[in-house]
């Protein structure tokens, strides 16, 4: 089995920072991307950014030059440092992974359970 737990959620001001992490575990055989999406109070749930395991990313034009997203590959986590924090950036944080687990061939992705991030004004 697989589990992605994202933990760093929480309650700042607005200009703040926070860090979330998320780690993936369990029998994986390999990993191609690690990201991030949220889900704002009554929207749809939208892309953050993601890393592949080769050093590549892409952020949300949203978010560019606030926040930078890393990966650690030994550790199999990716972390979203997140500065100079807006109201609107408030939403339930989600993580997924693109992988290949132990036993299959069969890539697919994963999601964590969620963290929540609020900004307060």
């Known amino acids: 089995q697989v589990q992605l737990v994202e933990s760093g959620g929480g309650l700042v001001q607005a200009g703040g920072s926070l860090r979330l992490s998320c780690a993936a575990s369990g029998s994986i055989f390999s990993i191609n991307a690690m990201g991030w999406y949220r889900q704002p109070p009554g929207k749809q749930r939208e892309f953050v950014g993601f890393i592949m395991t080769s050093g590549g990313t892409k952020l949300a034009n949203s978010v560019k030059g606030r926040f930078t997203i890393t990966l650690n590959n030994a550790k199999n986590t990716v972390y979203l440092q997140m500065n100079k924090l807006k109201v609107e950036d408030s939403a339930v944080y989600y993580c997924?992974?693109?992988?290949?687990?132990?036993?299959?061939?069969?890539?697919?992705?994963?999601w964590g359970q969620g963290t929540q991030v609020t900004v307060s004004s």
């Open positions: 997924n992974a693109d992988l290949i687990p132990d036993g299959t061939p069969k890539e697919d992705v994963y």
